[in-house]
């Protein structure tokens, strides 16, 4: 069974970081590229960035790049989100979702929430 | 504001028909596959379909999708009070901003 357990959420003041992790199991890991996307309270889903299953390939949306860094761990079959100088407007409950390079999201975490707030 | 557009809400009585739109531009549906995905109240999002109309395994044949040039449709029939839940496509796209877009979500109340 697939799963995808995200954890590091929690609260921090404007200017902060923040480290979110996501453990994999269940499949091979190191085949599939991974991605986080977050909702912000009340709100949809945002994409926040991706990578693919080297590492060859990172991507980020306009409204993260240069704050936040996407990694990966293959023999740890973890995913990694580092937030630095975050903003009262990253506030939103972040997921893992793998993807199998379709346009979609096959198996998503539960999501943890991060909170920006002084 | 989303790059794909869907209603705020929908709503039909249980047993009954829905469809939920979703428009985007040629950059997004227009050259891309589009999937669905389901929500329920305090839950992480659960694919739908994909590839515009596939479902994958567990998914009841009562949903359904389609693509029409830049827009796509999901259709529920056979309602459920189960069923009640944010729905939202997605799919990629190829302006320079942004990889993978989704759409604002869709509230689907069973009266």
């Known amino acids: 069974e697939v799963q995808l357990v995200e954890s590091g959420g929690g609260l921090v003041k404007p200017g902060g970081s923040l480290r979110l992790s996501c453990a994999a199991s269940g499949f091979t890991f190191s085949s599939y590229s991974m991605n986080w996307v977050r909702q912000a309270p009340g709100k949809g889903l945002e994409w926040v960035s991706s990578?693919?299953?080297?590492?060859?390939?990172?991507y980020y949306a306009d409204s993260v790049k240069g704050r936040f860094t996407i990694s990966r761990d293959n023999a740890k079959k973890s995913l990694y989100l580092k937030m630095n100088s975050l903003r009262a407007e990253d506030t939103a409950v972040y997921y893992c979702a793998r993807d199998v390079e379709r346009p979609d999201f096959d198996y998503w975490g539960q999501g943890t929430l991060v909170t920006v707030s002084s | 504001q989303s790059v794909l557009t869907q209603p705020p809400s929908v709503s039909a009585a249980p047993g009954q028909k829905v469809t939920i739109s979703c428009s985007g531009s040629s950059s997004n549906i227009g050259n891309n596959y589009v999937s669905w995905y389901q929500q329920l109240p305090g839950t992480a999002p659960k694919l739908l379909i994909y590839d515009n109309n596939k479902r994958p395994s567990g998914i009841p044949d009562r949903f359904s999708g389609s693509k029409s040039g830049t827009s796509a449709t999901l259709g529920i029939t056979g309602l459920q009070t189960g069923d009640e839940a944010d729905y939202y496509c997605g799919t990629w796209d190829s302006s320079l901003s942004v990889n993978w877009v989704f759409g604002g979500g869709t509230k689907l109340t069973v009266l």
């Open positions: 990578i693919s299953s080297s590492s060859s390939y990172i």
